[in-house]
T-cell receptor, first 112, second 113 residues
């Protein structure tokens, strides 16, 4: 099992460009989430989904969109990248039987 | 509302010394609590978790944490630091529905040879 996978690992964007960060899981978990990690601020929740077709905003949703058409995939879209979105992005799932969150390896995004 | 405070953004210990990383939580319901470790340029890995069973929880790599309700604390300890313990450590508390996690700001542990 691959667990939680994220692509790409690294990305450099120019201000105003758009892109999609991919997240996929093979654990059949209903709950998935996106976090951003910034120095001194820990992990902050961007968006989350409790199942296919259901998404909701987290703590810092502005500038990001998500959709969830399948259990396996939960892409994060940046519509118009800004330097303030330079960060490391983590996707995670929640395992209801273990009560744990399982994290992907992260995507390091730089917006110039 | 759930929240976590980690005291000390940077902690340095000598190799072989006690490691103590502090975490205090705020929760309106009995919480589930977690410690995660992040090695450089990697994702987060679960160290240990408290889910209302034993108050002293043992995790991987010799770490343990004690849930103290009276002090609203869940401090992480290890009797003897190893160079490989150098990493960022995050404390987290789960939300009311259990699937949303609230993370502390992290503590960077440096181990001095």
């Amino acid at each position: 099992n691959a667990g939680v996978t994220q692509t790409p690992k690294f990305q450099v964007l120019k201000t105003g460009q758009s892109m999609t960060l991919q997240c996929a899981q093979d654990m059949n978990h209903e709950y998935m989430s996106w976090y951003r990690q910034d120095p001194g601020m820990g992990l902050r929740l961007i968006h989350y989904s409790v199942g296919a077709g259901i998404t909701d905003q987290g703590e810092v949703p502005n500038g990001y969109n998500v959709s969830r058409s399948t259990t396996e995939d939960f892409p994060l879209r940046l519509l118009s990248a800004a330097p303030s979105q330079t960060s490391v992005y983590f996707c995670a799932t929640f395992g209801p039987s273990t009560y744990e969150q399982y994290f992907g390896p992260g995507t390091r995004l730089t917006v110039t | 509302a759930q929240s976590v405070t980690q005291l000390g953004s940077h902690v340095s210990v000598s190799e072989g010394a006690l490691v103590l990383l502090r975490c205090n939580y705020s929760s309106s319901v009995p919480p589930y609590l977690f410690w995660y470790v992040q090695y450089p340029n990697q994702g987060l890995q679960l160290l240990l978790k408290y889910t209302s069973a034993a108050t002293l929880v043992k995790g991987i790599n010799g770490f343990e944490a004690e849930f103290k309700k009276s002090e609203t604390s869940f401090h992480l300890t290890k009797p003897s630091a190893h160079m490989s313990d150098a990493a960022e450590y995050f404390c987290a508390v789960s939300g009311l529905q259990g699937n949303q996690f609230y993370f502390g700001t992290g503590t960077s542990l440096t181990v001095i040879p």
